[in-house]
């Protein structure tokens, strides 16, 4: 199972950048989380295989969690972008591996970076 993270890049504030997390095989829930340097990783968004979605409270009503379960993609559309925003950003996948159990996987990060 393989989980590739795209998307990240340079943003001066304000503007937008679109994540993708691409899996190799048919997925669960899905959550982007977020790591910024000397800090913890928090979830910022996670949808579930039917799409239902949540946000963390710092990203609501910016940010937009979305997934296409024929090509196997998730994408976080981030709009609004702070500087508190940058950070490695990882999506993370339950994988059905059957008689009713799920594994999660991560993918390999993808870096933000907001300027002011």
């Known amino acids: 199972v393989q989980l590739q993270a795209s998307g990240g890049g340079l943003v001066q504030a304000g503007g937008s950048l679109r994540l993708s997390c691409a899996a190799s095989v048919s997925v669960d829930d899905v959550g982007w989380y977020r790591q910024a340097p000397g800090k913890q990783r928090d979830l910022v968004a996670r949808i579930t295989r039917d799409g239902m979605t949540n946000y963390a409270d710092f990203v609501a009503g910016r940010f937009t969690i979305s997934r296409d379960n024929a090509k196997n993609t998730v994408d976080l559309q981030m709009n609004s972008l702070k500087p508190e925003d940058t950070a490695v950003y990882y999506c993370?996948?339950?994988?059905?591996?059957?008689?009713?159990?799920?594994?999660?996987?991560w993918g390999q990060g993808t870096l933000v970076t907001v300027s002011s």
């Open positions: 993370s996948a339950l994988v059905p591996m059957g008689w009713g159990s799920r594994r999660p996987y």
